[in-house]
């Protein structure tokens, strides 16, 4: 009990304390600190827990594989391509073939995926801004505006459009966000200081 | 050569230099300020000097005309007694004569940054209204907490995924457990585990951060003890997936192809992948229950999720979904909070267009 609760509980205390106080002092040995602790222990931890993750991944995969579960070749894929970065990158000490994967091959797919946004928002927005209702029809209304004032269609329009434009942005659309940032920020502060002082335990598995 | 030591003479050399050390700082650093000479027509900046017991006289900085400081922090160190002169430079090159030099200055960290006197006092305040809310809930007063309908259609949404046989998808976001988003998502994740182990549905958990995946498991396997089901829980269906952001969006989109969740929860920290997810989550007919404090990310998720889960909302998730009054409570302080700083914010407004701007200084952080 003492191992699986409390231990962490104190760890967070004292930790989170700790975090909070050298926030405050600008000293060397306040930097130092905080460069052990969160640049030098983190990536420590984090190195280590890649084993982890690695185990997890192989395991969930194969067991598909094994099983001939729907989609299995992609997980057949998903394992030769971790396989073929891995082993590129160590046998070639990330030379040219390394180069060559990540330029040609990775980039390029992180960019397609990036790209079909595109086409998800065009959907989404059909769909958002159906005018069902009064607030749905406002939102209609405002985004045609804002899309109209900014593209050069609606300077030719009126003159008027991109201060319009800025306005809306910078005036009734600012002031929501806003608000839900200054929310957001009480809210993570308060969650912080739960676990600081050890009132939330849910992310640890108690209560 | 007269007519340039002519020149040279009627620059003006600043005034007044004072130096100190920079305050609030690690040290290493020292602060010059003056006052620039009447005619300024002719002068294009001003050079700054230093010298010290093991330094001569040398170069140590540049400020444009306009400017009355300088921040000097090349190769300053800590302790050792430093001077400046300075002196005008105009677009010719000529140089004036050296301004009087400084007093001798030292540069030294220091233990408390006073500037930020009202972030301190501000934080001891909320942790104050914290504790006395806590403490509160152990007299067994009742606190009213409005409803959220995106967490109280969970129950709905896990009941939905269970007769239609099909599993629920669990996105904890894409970042590390070092974000508070993070930590409000695996504290969902748990009662959200307890829920589908009592439906006896299946829950899936693809992660991006192996600490985060770790954690996950640890919160789902605890879910499904507290739900009496301990054998029920699955270690390799809360996995790691990707580190990468769009191979992570891409897994999780194929898995909502493959798998056809019922339902789909997305709490935590999202960015561009956001929409991919979602959309995918909807065209697979998907009741989709989304909670993030990324405020770009909103107006994505209010369009193609059922339910949304909006900023401060996902914080105070756990102790809605909990029902422990300790936790409720808690969210009352945050309330206390945000009208402290409404109040704030309207006598700031107001009292500023009378010219007194004491309350939008005190709230400002350097």
């Known amino acids: ?207 | 050569m007269i007519a340039s030591t002519i020149d040279s003479l009627s620059l003006k050399p600043p005034t007044n230099l004072i130096a100190f050390d920079t305050p609030d700082d690690r040290g290493v650093s020292i602060t010059l300020k003056w006052e620039i000479p009447q005619d300024i027509s002719k002068i294009q900046g001003y050079q700054i000097f230093r010298e010290a017991e093991d330094e001569s006289l040398h170069l140590a900085g540049y400020a444009p005309v306009n400017k009355t400081e300088y921040i000097d922090q090349i190769d300053v160190r800590n302790n050792v007694p430093y001077q400046y002169r300075i002196r005008s430079t105009s677009p010719e090159r000529l140089v004036s004569l050296f301004s009087e030099p400084s007093q001798k200055v030292y540069a030294y960290p220091q233990w408390f940054r006073k500037d930020l006197i009202n972030v301190v006092v501000i934080t001891l305040i909320y942790l104050a209204l914290l504790i006395y809310f806590v403490q509160a809930a152990r007299t067994g007063k009742e606190i009213f907490l409005r409803r959220i309908p995106g967490l109280d259609a969970l129950d709905e949404a896990v009941g939905r995924a269970t007769e239609m046989g099909k599993p629920i998808l669990y996105v904890p976001g894409i970042w590390p457990m070092s974000e508070v988003s993070t930590i409000a998502s695996m504290n969902i994740l748990k009662p959200v585990a307890k829920k589908v182990a009592q439906y006896d549905s299946k829950l899936i958990v693809p992660n991006r951060y192996p600490i985060v995946m770790n954690v996950a498991q640890q919160c789902v396997k605890e879910g499904f003890t507290e739900a009496g089901k301990p054998d029920k829980y699955n270690e390799d269906d809360v996995f790691f997936l990707s580190p990468n952001q769009f191979a992570f969006a891409a897994g999780v989109n194929g898995i909502m192809e493959r798998e056809r969740p019922a339902t789909n929860l997305f709490f935590g920290a999202f960015f561009a992948e956001s929409l991919l997810l979602a959309e995918t989550g909807n065209a697979i007919g998907a009741i989709q229950i989304a909670g993030t404090d990324r405020v770009p990310q909103l107006p994505f998720f209010v369009a193609a999720c059922d339910y949304c889960i909006m900023g401060e909302e996902l914080y105070a998730a756990s102790a809605y979904l909990s029902g422990d009054p300790r936790l409720i409570s808690s969210i009352k302080a945050q309330d206390w909070g945000k009208m402290g700083l409404l109040i704030s914010l309207l006598l700031g407004s107001v009292l500023s267009i009378f010219g007194i701007t004491f309350i939008i200084s005190w709230f400002t952080v350097r």
């Open chain 1, 1 to 207: 009990m003492f191992i699986r609760r409390t231990l962490p509980i104190l760890i967070a205390f004292c930790i989170g304390f700790a975090m909070l106080i050298q926030y405050f002092i600008p000293h060397p040995y306040s930097e130092r600190f905080y460069d052990i602790v969160v640049q030098q222990w983190f990536i420590t931890i984090y190195a280590f827990m890649f084993i982890f993750a690695y185990r997890s991944f192989f395991s969930h995969h194969i067991r598909k594989v094994k099983r001939r579960k729907t989609g299995y070749i992609f997980s057949i894929i998903a394992i030769a391509s971790a396989l073929l970065m891995a082993v590129g990158g160590f046998a070639t000490r990330r030379g040219d073939f390394f180069d060559s994967l990540y330029n040609y091959l990775y980039a390029p797919l992180q960019a397609t995926m990036f790209s079909l946004l595109a086409f998800f928002i065009a959907s989404a927005a059909f769909r958002a801004f159906r005018a069902r209702n009064v607030q749905a029809t406002l939102l209609l209304v405002t985004a045609v505006i804002v899309m109209i004032g900014r593209v050069p269609l609606g300077d030719y329009l009126w003159r008027g459009m991109p201060d319009l434009i800025e306005w809306i942005m910078t005036v009734p659309s600012m002031a929501a966000m806003r608000g839900i940032r200054i929310g957001v920020g009480l809210g993570a502060v308060a969650t912080a200081m739960k676990i600081i002082l050890g009132v939330e335990r849910t992310y640890m598995g108690g209560t």
